[in-house]
């Protein structure tokens, strides 16, 4: 496929201190056979030279390193440079001056961390203000993808003019063989609770796409794409959240309106959790701070989700987060206890989300 036959799509990647992760996946993106598309990047406060690190990977001086052998091949030989690219800051987004430009790749700065939604949005922002795409690829900065990723996201959206959200076969970067998920995950509203579907099966093994997509309840985050019909009717991210649930939030305000699907040919690594230490693979065995923010996030979200959409499931979901505390507690991980308990006070309180550095300051851990 070639840029006069493609729909024109934007690639969205949020980046906060990962600018290693993100010129990996940069590198990849622009390996995929379909090339009408656009990068966006968008960094959220980084504190690490992010955006010179990917200026210099854009005009040739910054070489990836590949993680594994594995990977290699989607990011080996490096595309030609430079490529194009223009720098806004935050406040830029938006202006009509910048709507009819052609670079390949744009780089937008924020001040301060703005969350997954709020950095999302940033990007989304600039694409509604360009008006010339057809689809936007939300992808997650610790992913690598296959060359084919992008056109069958395209091909399955164009099968069914319902579709709104599409996901990709996502598999573990540090375990290529393995599922991390089919699209997205399994969502039950009574107890707040969700499970990868597919997770650690063989990435080899063929799957019943629409028994997949029946049991979809949200497409994962890392590789979420939407259509500009999707946007336009249901708006940008919920940025309440700040991180986890953006997507749950995202397919409540669509239902009825957009159906959820999945591409099982579109191939996409994932590290997983590389700002948090979320990976599946590993949590068992990882340090206790690297789940700390974690676990924050993901009770006050759930209850917070489940009290704007499903109040009346509010007593068994608080069943399912006391379970939650009392592992913590009996395993002695004091930290995750109390994380625990921080995330239900801040589920009921009016606190921003982006001010909730007291968890940073007291368990010594950095949020996203």
Not at 22 to 42: G, K, P, Q, Y
Not at 229 to 236: A, E, K, N, R, T
């Amino acid at each position: 496929m070639n840029a006069g036959s493609d729909p024109k799509t934007y690639v969205v990647i949020v980046n906060w201190n990962g600018w290693k992760d993100t010129i990996e996946c940069l590198e990849s993106v622009f390996h995929l056979r379909n090339d009408n598309f656009v990068a966006i990047v968008c960094d959220n406060g980084s504190s690490d030279d992010s955006l010179r690190r990917i200026e210099e990977w854009s005009k040739g001086d910054q070489q990836v390193l590949p993680g594994s052998a594995e990977m290699e091949p989607y990011t080996h030989p490096p595309v030609a440079k430079p490529i194009p690219f223009i720098f806004l800051e935050a406040s830029q987004v938006g202006e009509l001056r910048w709507a009819a430009r052609h670079e390949r790749l744009i780089l937008i700065r924020s001040e301060e961390n703005l969350g997954f939604a709020g950095g999302n949005n940033l990007g989304l922002r600039h694409v509604l203000c360009r008006n010339d795409e057809r689809y936007v690829w939300l992808l997650n900065n610790d992913t690598v993808v296959d060359p084919n990723a992008l056109g069958q996201l395209i091909k399955r959206m164009e099968e069914d003019s319902r579709i709104g959200i599409c996901g990709s076969k996502l598999c573990f970067y540090s375990a290529p063989g393995l599922i991390q998920a089919c699209g997205g995950s399994s969502y039950s509203p009574l107890t707040g609770r969700n499970r990868h579907i597919g997770v650690g099966e063989p990435a080899s093994a063929k799957g019943d796409r629409q028994a997949v997509e029946r049991r979809i309840g949200y497409v994962v985050g890392a590789s979420l794409f939407v259509s500009k019909d999707f946007l336009l009717s249901i708006g940008l991210m919920n940025e309440d959240y700040f991180l986890y649930y953006e997507e749950l939030d995202w397919v409540a305000r669509a239902e009825g309106k957009f159906l959820q699907a999945y591409a099982p040919s579109s191939i996409v690594y994932h590290k997983q959790g590389s700002s948090l230490g979320g990976n599946w693979l590993a949590r068992r065995s990882g340090p206790e701070d690297s789940c700390v923010a974690s676990d924050f996030y993901s009770v006050r979200n759930q209850i917070r989700f489940t009290r704007r959409y499903y109040p009346q499931y509010l007593p068994m979901v608080a069943i399912t987060v006391a379970w939650r505390l009392l592992k913590r507690v009996a395993a002695g991980k004091r930290k995750r206890a109390w994380a625990v308990m921080r995330g239900v006070r801040s589920a009921f309180s009016k606190e921003n989300p982006r001010s909730l550095m007291t968890l940073e300051r007291r368990c010594g851990v950095g949020l996203p």
